[in-house]
């Protein structure tokens, strides 16, 4: 069974304060790994895929790192708008359902 | 670009009765996806349809829970006999391809009095 296990799941930073999020996975076979925004009462935003281990991938403040058993979400001198919970979830080579972890909660105080 | 539409946003309904929940795929998405995020938990798939085809339902319960995605027209999440565990909300997501990154809507909640 494929599992995502996303740490910390909740963190607080200063603006300006760089920081990474991590997901770790277990995957017969991946296809991407994505990487989502949720902001509250609204659907996960989709930010990036990672197809193959060494890969990376940034928008703006943001950029994406894989592994073979992980992957990071590095936040480059946050601003208060990026406050957000950030999802990470695996999609295997045997179909299309996408499994999420559990989120981490990104707050950024001015 | 109109992004992907579920409705109604909130659906309240009481024990026992039955909840459709509607989603209208992002333009030229044929590949539609439903997830379940529960208090306090992940998102978790539910069902995999293409037009008139469900691919895959191996997340949904066994009873009371069907799918659709007819030739025209939104997909439709069908929910019989509601009961207080059904309560959560239910996202839909698009891709074109089923390879390609889904696309979500901003979700039904549905609370269960």
Request: aromatic share 10%.
């Amino acid at each position: 069974e494929d599992q995502v296990t996303q740490s910390p799941e909740a963190l607080r930073l200063q603006e300006g304060e760089s920081s990474s999020l991590n997901c770790s996975y277990t995957v017969s076979g991946l296809r991407g790994l994505f990487w989502y925004r949720q902001d509250p009462g609204k659907g996960p935003e989709f930010l990036f895929t990672l197809y193959s281990a060494g890969e990376e991938k940034e928008k703006e403040r943001l950029k994406a790192t894989l592994t073979k058993k992980e992957s990071f979400l590095h936040i480059t001198a946050p601003k208060p708008e990026d406050s957000a919970t950030y999802l990470c979830a695996v999609q295997a080579s045997s179909g299309s359902r996408l499994t999420f972890g559990e989120g981490t909660q990104l707050t950024v105080n001015p | 670009n109109a992004g992907v539409m579920q409705n109604p946003r909130h659906l309240v309904r009481r024990r026992g009765q039955e909840a459709r929940l509607r989603c209208s795929p992002m333009k030229g998405h044929s590949h539609v996806y439903w997830y379940r995020q529960l208090p306090e938990e992940g998102l978790k798939f539910m069902v995999y349809l293409q037009k008139e085809n469900i691919i895959d339902e191996s997340g949904m319960p066994k009873e009371r829970f069907s799918a659709e995605f007819p030739k025209e027209g939104p997909s439709i999440l069908r929910i019989q006999q509601v009961v207080r565990g059904d309560s959560a909300a239910y996202f839909c997501a698009s891709s074109p391809e089923g390879y390609q990154p889904q696309h979500f809507g901003d979700g039904t909640r549905l609370s269960i009095l």
